[in-house]
């Protein structure tokens, strides 16, 4: 193991996860003591503690005195608790200092996931002792995640009654009231971050079912949006128009879903097709699907912690660096006609 100051003069600790781990048991072991508070901050007062032991070694701690005392000392000598305490307090460089490395350690690691003393109960005769484990977070696919959403879902479909998910107050509240409820249950059942997931799967449903239904107009009628009333006005006429706008880049961006749930997770495969069907609809909608997907995935971003968004900043660079091209409006056609004019009546003095 080698173990180095960095140039700011914290602690670097460039052993592994398992010398870690290793080395909490051991400390525990020998000393009685859970580092795990002290890794996150909590100020060492077992300094006197360590000063007996590096000038004295086990003589003097209660914990190897007397007959029992004996008996425990030979337990942590046959485990190896105590042969590597004394390695790292003689070979590599004090107690306190190693403590310290692992301070650096244990705020890296916390980051992917943590660290846990384990029950001794429950495990048969390999652990008579609690024992300490690193416990990664699990990364999911974006297909994994749309399974999970979908399972739920249909939970989610039985427990609100059959309340179908539309832009309906009542169907909102219900959703979303039930959604929130289980919040902490589903964070449990599923992984941490579950909640701000399926809550924008949710919304996106949401916003999908509402857009597809204003093609198919009202129930009873079989009038669509499209065809309308003989009465429409012009403001209807716009309104219908923007609705269509926004149906069809809703059902564009559905279709690149299907294999991958809107989030940041599946931001690469997003974009990727976003940008290869680009030239599959109009400047018009696939400005509106941009910029809907644009401002899902800058709300999670904006979720992150620092560290989170520092790493993904190249990311959310790249996604906001692109320039909605504007469909050109009657005015520049004008202008345009005029130039036109303009040229031909110049080429004709000549």
Known sequence: MNYKKNKKGLYAYSGTDSEAIQFLNAFKGVFGIDL?????????DFGDLLRTFDEDGTS?????????????LKIQ???GNLPLINSINGKVGSLIGYIYELKNWYSNKIVNGRVVLMPAEGFGMQYKEPYYMYIANKV????????MFETQFKIDYLLTGGIAVDKSPASVKAWEDLINHDANIN?????????????????????MAASQGSTRGSAGTGETAQEGSANNTATDKVQTEGNMTETEALIFLHEIEKFSPLNWGGLKYWYKNLMAKKKEVS??????AYDYW???????????????????????DLINGY????????????????????????FKKK
């Open 36 to 44: 795990l508070p002290y890794l996150n901050n909590k100020p060492i």
């Open 60 to 72: 003097n701690l209660n914990k190897f005195t007397g007959n029992e005392g004996e008996q425990n």
């Open 77 to 79: 000598i046959d485990n």
């Open 140 to 147: 999911y696919t974006p297909a994994q995640k749309l399974s």
């Open 187 to 207: 964070e449990d059942k599923y992984y941490k971050g579950f909640y701000n997931d399926y809550m924008a799967w949710y919304k996106n449903k949401r916003l």
């Open 283 to 288: 400047k018009k909608v696939f400005n509106f």
């Open 294 to 316: 644009l401002k899902k995935l800058n709300a999670e971003y904006l979720t992150f912690d620092n560290v989170k968004q520092e790493k993904e900043k190249s990311d959310y």
């Open 323 to 346: 320039i909605f091209e504007k469909p050109k409006t009657k005015v520049k056609a004008k202008k345009q006609n005029l130039l036109s004019v303009i040229l031909k009546a110049l």
